[in-house]
């Protein structure tokens, strides 16, 4: 059973602090990294996705990839109330599986 | 970005009918999903295909079916409603090619059976 574990939250953070969201996965053949953000009541959306091990910037969010201890974290600089939400962690096995397993989620409160 | 669609976007319905959830995209993406999602919890596959007459069961036992005749249309059945199909249904797509298994979403339907 393939696996991506997030830890629920609530997590709690300050107007203007960094963020950070953490996400394990249990196959190492795992080849592609993705970081969903979703509303209570809508859809995910894409914030950005991962191949490489190393950081990636894009904005205020920087994913990380360590493949060799099959984590990747989202972190999110100068926190704002509208990033509240709840953030999906999603892997692709690649390999011709186009599926991705899907973590539950971390809630996230941005605390004015 | 991907332009998905999906009608109806609230449906109240009663139990034993049949309902269709509609979904289509016009990015001429070959795969496509369905997840469902109750309030608060994580996204379940349902339904997938990688292409038109192509269609997977995902890992949610599910009473519904789908079918896939065109590339951009990705259509959900319930045959017979009942309470336990309440939940929101969301549709995705994502492009032919290794690396791009970036999914893309639609808004989604919530669905009420009473």
């Known amino acids: 059973q393939k696996e991506v574990e997030q830890n629920s939250g609530p997590l709690s953070v300050p107007e203007g602090a960094i963020a950070s969201l953490n996400c394990t996965y249990s196959d190492r053949g795992s080849q592609s990294f993705f970081w969903y953000r979703q509303y209570s009541g809508k859809s995910p959306e894409l914030i950005m996705f991962i191949y490489s091990n190393g950081d990636k910037e894009d904005g205020r969010f920087t994913a990380q990839l360590n493949k060799a201890s099959q984590y990747v974290s989202l972190l999110i600089r100068d926190s704002q109330p509208s990033d509240s939400a709840t953030y999906l962690c999603a892997v692709a096995l690649g390999g011709g599986n186009y599926q991705l397993i899907w973590g539950a989620g971390t809630k996230l409160i941005i605390k004015p | 970005e991907a332009d998905i669609y999906q009608t109806p976007r609230y449906l109240v319905i009663g139990t034993g009918k049949k309902i269709t959830l509609e979904c289509s995209q016009t990015m001429g993406h070959d795969k496509m999903y369905w997840y469902q999602q109750d309030p608060g919890m994580e996204l379940h596959l349902i339904h997938y295909s990688y292409g038109v007459n192509s269609t997977e069961k995902g890992d949610l036992s599910s009473e519904s079916t789908v079918s896939r005749i065109r590339t951009e249309h990705f259509p959900l059945t319930l045959e017979s409603a009942r309470p336990s199909h309440t939940s929101q249904y969301l549709c995705?797509?994502?492009?032919?090619?290794?690396?791009?298994?970036?999914?893309?979403f639609g808004p989604g339907t919530r669905l009420l059976v009473l």
């Open positions: 995705a797509s994502s492009e032919r090619g290794t690396g791009q298994e970036t999914q893309y």
